[in-house]
């Protein structure tokens, strides 16, 4: 059973299709791009990946369990536990230190161990060093890398990340795509990725092509 699978699925919003008749499959552990235009169905396709949003029509089966079948207390377990979340534009709380930032979804959660696991994650992104920092003394690079650690921190089976290296330089961009190239392969975490990037793709083991709000093709990078 993969980890995740679409099974015919469709989404509309007001009538509009953003994806449709959409069947994927993803393995445990690996690590795939989304490639195509703006408004070809690439974030609704996580946002429904991630339990964010439903389908209109369809199945999205999430680690053996149909999503759309869970109350709201269920659902809030799985993104807790199960997805993690890594956007463009960052999302860092801006009054919270660079450690507070990733050990907060532990203390929702109410994990022990919070603030070391915290620190465990900054290391693996390698930015132990700047734990006591505020966001708005990074670059945006080190923004990403505390974004990424905070995603990573309830070691989560599944990572979503949404145009990662949108707001990045190349070479900064190329840093942390080869960080998620090493976390897929040491953590075994499988990781959906939307890219408008030919070179982003080709870092991942699977190129899916959406068109809009189909699949077109898919294979190896």
């Known amino acids: 059973m993969p980890l995740l699978r679409f099974n015919r699925v469709s989404k509309s919003y007001a009538s509009m299709p953003a994806l449709t008749e959409v069947s994927l499959d993803v393995e445990r552990g690996e690590f795939v791009a989304l490639v195509g235009r703006s408004g070809c169905g690439k974030s609704t396709l996580l946002n429904v990946a991630g339990a964010m949003d439903f389908p209109t029509s369809g199945e999205v089966v999430l680690d053996g369990v149909v999503t759309s079948s869970l109350g709201e207390a269920a659902l809030t377990l799985v993104r807790r536990e199960k997805v993690g979340f890594i956007f463009q534009s960052f999302q860092l709380l ?19 161990r919070a603030r070391e696991t915290a620190l465990d994650s900054l290391s693996e992104v390698e930015m132990q060093g700047f734990a006591a920092r505020l966001p708005y003394q990074l670059s945006g690079g080190e923004m990403q890398r505390v974004a990424i650690a905070r995603a990573l921190v309830h070691a989560p089976a599944l990572l979503l990340a949404d145009e990662p290296t949108g707001n990045l330089d190349s070479a900064t961009g190329d840093a942390i795509l080869q960080l998620l190239r090493r976390i897929a392969d040491r953590r075994q975490t499988t990781i959906l990725m939307a890219t408008h990037s030919a070179e ?10 959406l068109r809009d709000g189909r699949v077109q093709d898919g294979g190896p990078a």
């Open 200 to 209: 982003a793709a080709g870092m991942t083991d699977t190129v899916v092509r």
């Open 94 to 112: 801006a009054s919270l230190s660079v450690v507070e930032n990733v050990e907060l979804p532990l203390l929702l959660a109410r994990r022990r």
